[in-house]
Each structure stands twice: as structure tokens, then as C-alpha cells.
């Protein structure tokens, strides 16, 4: 199923990790369009596209869930009991991420300190389509819970009644989201942008989407609204080594693949036996997959590569940086050290992705198309900034003045002395 | 000097804090010449630029400082220690922002980790021109050294000799930089993006600029090269109370209107007095400054409001959410709740800002232009990428794999669910 590669040269690593090429400059000019579209006409232009696109004329894309109770929802109770496990493991995590902040003294009455502080109102972007991903909910609404972000505002796309999915709702509820909007695509990313009566211009935008949306995104920097990270389709990369399961390795390879016929996946190991047992068991697995057809268009452009050297094939892994990384093998921690990209990592022959998408607690916004060799995937610092703080003594600037006197002089800013030496003098 | 508001109403909080629109489509065309002519040309191009733009014709860009000793670079050795001493306080308060990680066990067997794991070749900027910006050396590098990462590639344009000046080869050696480019502007930027033989391409791109350098840090992203921020002109906001010192506060702005004619000044007060004083001691403090042209200029579009209510006046201050806020009082520590936007805060009436420029210890590259609201300012952080790892026992998976499943199922990802279960049933 995988096309095997044999101990490729080190040389063909930067090829060998080359992701399709997006070239989305049609597609900016359409998003473009809708821009100024919705900056002309706001609400009227938002509630249009979601006649033209989602097929449902509304009169507000305000989702009135006031004295709507969670527990009334009609979804299986199963179902609720796994979202709030999820949302507990998530939060656990993410509320670790706290920090009280630094305080320094580098010199004697000189303190400086830095505190992060959350932003006032994000957006989130919930995309509609085929499955309901309530599960992106909790992902991007707890940290921001945690953080403190005044201001939640969630666009999804209704859909054919004008409502949203039971779970999607249910969700929010328990992430103490109020206000929803019913708008998708690049207008849903405008509006936030832009600021329409209904939908709030917002500091930050979080969440995936298609191309379109990922394009508005993009867009939406240029009107100085800050986004979660650029987005490509989702990826997963395995190492196996001589103690992985095959049937494992192949089932985590299917989960990924079937996310789109644009997903990209990786099998690294160090056998090429590895490599043939898991392409059996793909075999056997695929043929019983719903999403068969999205899994197929995936794999043929995936590829199996058999590295001998455990130092070599982590240099390809990490000239890949994939999104997902799973160590297939019973003694995955002893990899640790060898990995220095990847947006999340699974260690261990009990550890599938699924894990990490759903419920483990880390969260599943994750740089994908190489960018984990510099982005973060989305964590709890993504909610607030950092603000840094100095505090200095009439003693303190007795230390320090000399020095950013003869700085400020060399630097040819004779304002920036006279500000120190004015305080010296007085 | 500066134009007087008074008691301005809450609604016009917004229009007060915009910023001047720099309209750089145009200039976006020359730039993206600019990477089309580096990506065919390579070192040829960048070299071409260099004449052209520098007036200087170099056979490379290379710098080669190998046997160069820090103590045998000609300045002044006062500026020696104030460099020495500046490195040490950055040091000390970027090494206190170092992280050890998390690990939570977010139930029995689930094991949810995070940590900071340095970039590995980043670019670091310093503009040329009237000032030899050694400063942001240490500001850019200082964090790099401490996260650790494997190369730091330092672009400068070369003065009429081919030359950089002896404090930024002195603040590098420091810092223990050892890849200097001769190589300015846009082409540097599009250099350090797109790759040559001798500057190499980078994750993610630090310092200052022009707006040509603005612009191509800009395009950089398209081209999925990371930067520090998105940058604009220079900007302090002092917010004083009666207890300030008015002589203090108009040396404080001029620090800031001397950097450039686009500089923004704002000083918020609550008494009427205060900026009658200030502007007097403006009067008189701006007519020695050897840059009282640009002086002038950027205090011609700054503005002096009062406003007596103090949470009112921190609701404009986090409106504009300034690059640097200096709290000119004696009671400074009492605001600092009130506090939600701001680059760098400046405590006190003995705290000037160019403590922070230079050597308190913080960072100088910080967010401008209001972007503050959500961004941070260059801090550790910025030179690292946070990685989750989650590590599950069989045990684990049996407590968590029904959640798992259900809510696969929930979204109609079966392969997600077949993950989970081929191990559960192995």
C-alpha cells in the first residue's frame, strides 16, 4: 500500500520531507473579495454568503442559547460522559500551564518581572461539514477558559435547519461559551476581523478549516488580528522499531489518513520487515473503512521508509517535523532526547493518536507542514502575552545610569541619556 | 508643544489610539522583486543589491572574524563595560524565563508532558544607518544563546569600507556569534527566506527595521519563514499621576520622539497642570537635542490628554495598548492591576524607558502599533517551540478507550476508533 523507500541518501531528506505546494493566490482574491464585501455591507453581506454557501437564509446569525441547559441536550449520555472526561484531562493540562510569573533583581534596586496577562476577546472557528468537530471545541475553549480571555465568540456554519450539532453545543455549554454565531468560511474569519454588529472584531482567531478559511486567516494579519498558526492538512509520522505492533502502527496510519485525501503519512523504521507486516495489515484494515475511499487518495501518496540507523532516521524525522510523531516501540522514552521537532509526540505501543485528538489532555491544534520546527502547537500561552515589568530605585538608577548614559551616547540618542542623567541630576 | 485633550468621551477611545495607516502595497511589489531576483540570483543578487543600495561592491557577504578577539576591537572601554554589564542583566532575567516542563498525570496511566525545545538556526537583523544599534544585538542574541539554538546568522548592511562598526562586532563576539553577512535590507531578509550559499536559510527571522525590511519580514511568512512580530514606528505612552515629576516625563518623551519624525507620543495625566508643566519643560529640554528636527516632528501628531477618572484613563491606556507605558508616579505599583495591554511597563518615577532600551534587563523588541493586545514582546520563549509528549500504559488505554471510541464515533471517524480498539482487544 505504502510506497517503500530503501535507506534513502541524507541528501534527499529535504525532498523526502517536501509537503504538496499550495498555491492559493486564486483563491486569496476571492477571499479578498468577500473582505470588502463584509466590510461594506456587515451583517447583510454575512448573512448573504451563508444563504449563497450554506444554503440557509437567516435573519441574525445570532444563536440565542440563552437558558438553554446542558443536560437537556439530546445526545447519548455516553457521549456527554466522554466529553466531560475530555474536557477534565484537557483542562488538568493545560490549567498546568499556569504561570505565577518571574521576578529578577539583576542588579541592586533594579527589578524586573514578567507576567502574562490574557487577551480581552477571541474567536474561534468551529467548521461544519460532514463530521461535527465538538472535539475542537474543548481544545480551543478551555485554555482560553483558563487563561481568562474575557470574551469568547465561536462561529460555526448552521446547518440545513439553521441549528448547530447537539454535541458542538453541548460542548460550548460546558466550556461556558455564550455567544455562537451561526457563520462559516472565509466570512466567518472576515466578520471577526472586520467587527459587524453581531460578530465582534476580535484580538485573535483560533481553529481550522478548509482552504478558504485558512486563506481568511491569513488575510485576516494583514488587518493586524493575530491567528493560532498557519494551517496545511493533518499529518502523521511513525518510528517503528523491532518491538512495535504492526496492526497498531497500520490502525494509527488509517486514523490519519482518513482524515483527507490530502493527509499526509509516514512510516520510519529500522527493519524493512517493519515495513511489509504493516503494509499487510493496511491491507486488511483499510477494507472495512468507512472513509475507505479518503484513505486510499491518502495513502498513495504516502510513503514507508526503512532508515537502519536510529541517529539518521531522526534526522529525517526531524527535517520532516511532522505534526504528529508516534514512537512505535516499547522503549519509546529512550528516543526522547533524539527528537527536536514535532508538534506532538505519542510515546509507546499504547499510545495512538486518537488519544491526543480526543481526550489525554494535550491539544490537537498542532503545526502541521513542517512549521513544528518553529511553531508551538496551540497551548495555554497561545491565550495571553507576555508583559514584561521594571521597577527602578532612585539607588537602582545610581547603579545603572553610567551604563545607559554611555549606551544611549554611542547609539547617537543623546534624549535617551539626557532621560537618565535628568532623574542623576535632580 | 503637544496638543492638548481634555476629558475626551469613552467612544472616541478608539480613533484616539489609532495609528497612522501605512499603506505598503507598493512597496510589498519592489520587495517581492527583490525574493524573485535573490531566489534565481542567489549570492550574485544579494551582492548586486549591495552595490546598488550600500554603495559598496563585496566579492561576498561573508564577514569572516575568525581570530578576532573581543578585547583588541577598538572602543572605548566604558562602552566595553556597559556592554558587559547590559549582557549580564538581559542574561539574568532571559535565563530566569527558562522552564523546566510539565508532566501531569491527568489520570492513572495517561502521563501528559510539555517542553521547550530550541530552534535551530535562527536570523537576527540589525539595521545600519545613522546608529550603530548594538543594543539590539545583545537584545536578539542573549535569549538565542540561552534556548540554545545550533546557529545564529547575523545580517547587517556594511558601512562605505565594507565594514560594520566595531560595538556590533564587539556585542556579537559577546555573544559569541560567529556567522556575520554583510548584507542590508530587503535582500537580507529575502536572503535569509529563501537560502544561498553563503546565507542560509532560516526558521524564523529577529530585529528591526525599515519598512522595506517591515515588508519582507512580512513576506517572509508566505514563504513559511517564522518572524519575531509585525513591527511599526516606536511609541511611549506615560500615564502620570501629582506625585509625578514633570521635568522626568518631557525628557521621557523626547527619548521617544528623538528615534524617528513617526515616533507616537501620548502622555495621559490627571491633573490639567501636569500637562501644562510638561509641556514647558518640552520647551525646554528639545532645544539642546541634536535630533530636535525629528524631535519636533514626531511631537507635532502627539497628543496630551487629561483625564481626571484613573480607571478611565487605564481603559484608554489598554485601548492603545502602547509599546512602552511609564508610570510617572511614586505610588507606580498601585496601577499595575489596572494594566491589561502594554509591550514593557516602566515603574516609577526613577524607571526611564531607556533602562529597558538598553540594560535593566528586559527585552527592547517589543509589540507596537496596538499590538500589544496580543502579542508579546521578544522573550525566551520566542527562540523555543513547545512540544506535548503523552505517554500511555496499557492500563492507561484500558481507562481512557471508551471515551476515546465514543467520541470517534461521534465525529464518524471510525479509523480513530479502530485505533483505540485494535489495542484494546490485542
Known sequence: MLEKILNPNKSDFVKLSQRPVLDNSTLMTGVQTIFNEIKRNRDAAVLNYTEKLDGIKLSSSVYDITGVNADSIEIEESLKNAIKLAYKNIYAFHCAQKSSGIDVETMPGIMCSQRSIPLTRIG????????????????????????????????????????????????????????????????????????TKDIPAVDKIFGPGNQYVTAAKQLAQNYNVAIDMPAGPSE??????????????????????????????????????????????????????PRKAIATQALSHSKAIFIEDVETAFDFINEYAPEH??????????????????????????????????????????????????????????????????????TGLNNLGATLITMAEAEHLQGHANAVSVRLNY
Open 325 to 394: 510523531l508516534i514512537i512505535a516501540s516499547d522503549k519509546a522514552e529512550s528516543y526522547i532526547n533524539l527528537i527536536k521537532n514535532a508538534g506532538s509526540v505519542f510515546l509507546g505501543n499504547y499510545c495512538p493518536e486518537s488519544a491526543g485528538d480526543y481526550a489525554s489532555g494535550t491539544n490537537h491544534t498542532l503545526p502541521t507542514n513542517g512549521w513544528a520546527k518553529k511553531y508551538s502547537g496551540v497551548n495555554l500561552d497561545s491565550y495571553m502575552k507576555k508583559v514584561t515589568f521594571q521597577s527602578i530605585t532612585r
Open 236 to 289: 502523521v509520522l511513525v518510528y517503528a522499531d523491532a518491538t512495535c505492533i504492526p496492526e497498531f502502527v497500520a490502525a494509527d496510519l488509517l486514523a490519519q489518513a482518513e482524515h483527507g485525501s490530502d493527509s499526509q503519512v509516514i512510516l520510519v523504521a529500522n527493519s524493512v520487515w517493519i515495513l511489509d507486516k504493516v503494509n499487510d495489515h493496511l491491507t486488511i484494515q483499510i477494507s472495512n473503512l
Open 124 to 195: 474561534l472557528y468551529i467548521p461544519g461539514g460532514s463530521a461535527p468537530l465538538f472535539s475542537t471545541v474543548l481544545m480551543l475553549a478551555v485554555p482560553a477558559l483558563i487563561a481568562g480571555c474575557k470574551e469568547i465568540i465561536l462561529c460555526t456554519p448552521p446547518d440545513g435547519s439553521g441549528s448547530i450539532h447537539p454535541a458542538i453545543l453541548y460542548s460550548s455549554l460546558l466550556c461556558g461559551i455564550s455567544a455562537i454565531r451561526l457563520a462559516g468560511g472565509a466570512q466567518a474569519i472576515a466578520a471577526m476581523t472586520i467587527g
